[in-house]
C-alpha cells in the first residue's frame, strides 16, 4: 500500500515538472519573438496600374531581399510565406520604348507599406525593367452559340438576350484588328419548358496570346412560353381586276394557322387577317388559279401560315 502511494506521488511530481518546463519555455518562446531583430526576409512583387496603352507581361524581378529592422513574430511569419508588396507603375520612366522604375522609386513605395515596427534597412540596388507591349481596345458585340431544343408546344417568346452584351478587348493591334465579334462556348439547351437563364464562358482562340478581355463570361437569358393553335377562315379578296370582270375563286375562304401564346390566341378575330389574290399577277393568261397571299396579319404571332396558296377561279364580264 505505501509502495503504490510513493508511486502515485513520484507521477505526480513529474507531471508538475513538465507543467512549470512547458509553461518556462512558453514565455522564454514568447519574450525571445517580442523582441527586435535585423534579419533578411523575401518579398514577392506585385505589379499594379499599368501605363494606360499597355499590357504588362513581365519584370525583371518577382521578389526582392531585403533587409528589415523587425518584431521576431514578423520573422516568424515570413518564414511561413512571403509578404506581397506592390509596385505602382502608373508613374513609371521610358527610354526610347523601355520601361524601367530606379531603385530609389521603389525603395520608397516598398518603406510606405511597412506595418508596426518594422524598418527597410537595405535593399538590392538594381532597376527594374519592365517588358510592356503596346495594345489597343475595342467594343465587340456577343454572339451566342447555342442549339435550343424546345419542347413540344413551347416558343421562344422574345428574343435571346445577352448580358452584356458587348465586351472590351485589349490587345496588340496586329491581333485584334480583324476581330469583330465575341463567340461564347457553345452549348446546347434541351427539352425547354421554362424561361432560361445561362452562364457561359467567352470563347478565346489560342492565337490571341497578348489579349485580354473585359469579362469571361457572359449571361444568356430569353423567357420561354407555351403556345397553342388555332385556325381562321379568312374570306380572298381578289385585287388588281378590270373593272369590266367579275371573279370569283373557290373556295371563296381559306384556312390561316396561327400559332401564339393562348392568352394571344383569345384575343384574335378574323377581321384580323386579310388573304388577298392578286389578279394581275397570275402566272399565265390561261391558268386556272390565283395565288394567295396573307396581306394583314397581327403582332405576337409566333408564327401564322396559309393552309392553301392557291386558289381556282373563274371570270365573268360585267
Not at 478587348?169 to 446546347?188: F, L, W, Y
Request: proline share 4%; hydrophobic share 40%; with cysteine.
Amino acid at each position: 500500500m505505501i509502495k503504490s502511494i510513493k508511486r502515485v506521488l513520484k507521477k505526480r511530481k513529474a507531471k508538475v515538472f513538465f507543467v512549470f518546463l512547458g509553461c518556462s519555455a512558453a514565455i522564454w518562446f514568447i519574450n525571445a519573438l517580442s523582441q527586435t531583430y535585423v534579419s533578411t526576409a523575401s518579398f514577392d512583387m506585385e505589379y499594379v496600374n499599368f501605363p494606360e496603352g499597355y499590357l504588362f507581361k513581365g519584370a525583371s524581378k518577382k521578389e526582392i531581399d531585403v533587409k528589415l529592422r523587425a518584431g521576431g513574430f514578423q520573422f516568424l511569419g515570413f518564414n511561413f510565406k512571403n509578404k506581397k508588396v506592390s509596385i505602382d507603375l502608373s508613374e513609371t520612366e521610358k527610354i526610347n520604348s523601355k520601361f524601367y522604375v530606379p531603385e530609389k522609386d521603389y525603395r520608397t513605395q516598398i518603406e510606405k507599406q511597412m506595418i508596426g515596427s518594422m524598418a527597410l534597412l537595405e535593399i538590392e540596388n538594381d532597376t527594374l525593367f519592365l517588358d510592356m507591349l503596346p495594345v489597343i481596345t475595342k467594343e465587340l458585340p456577343v454572339r451566342p452559340r447555342v442549339k435550343m431544343n424546345l419542347a413540344q408546344n413551347y416558343i421562344l417568346d422574345g428574343e435571346i438576350r445577352m448580358t452584356p452584351d458587348t465586351i472590351s478587348v485589349t490587345g496588340p493591334a496586329d491581333e485584334i484588328d480583324s476581330i469583330t465579334q465575341i463567340r461564347t462556348e457553345q452549348i446546347t439547351l434541351p427539352d425547354l419548358t421554362s424561361d432560361l437563364t445561362e452562364e457561359l464562358a467567352v470563347f478565346k482562340s489560342p492565337k490571341l496570346k497578348n489579349t485580354t478581355y473585359s469579362q469571361n463570361t457572359v449571361l444568356l437569358s430569353g423567357k420561354i412560353a407555351r403556345f397553342s393553335e388555332k385556325m381562321f377562315e379568312v374570306p380572298v379578296t381578289v385585287i388588281n381586276l378590270p373593272d369590266d370582270l367579275d371573279v370569283k375563286t373557290f373556295p371563296d375562304r381559306v384556312s390561316v394557322i396561327c400559332k401564339a401564346k393562348m392568352k394571344r390566341l383569345k384575343e384574335l378575330k378574323e377581321s384580323d387577317f386579310q388573304v388577298v389574290a392578286d389578279y394581275s399577277a397570275k402566272k399565265r393568261e390561261a391558268s386556272k388559279e390565283l395565288s394567295l397571299e396573307l396581306s394583314e396579319k397581327p403582332d405576337g404571332l409566333h408564327s401564322v401560315k396559309l393552309k392553301e396558296t392557291e386558289v381556282e377561279y373563274i371570270v365573268k364580264k360585267k
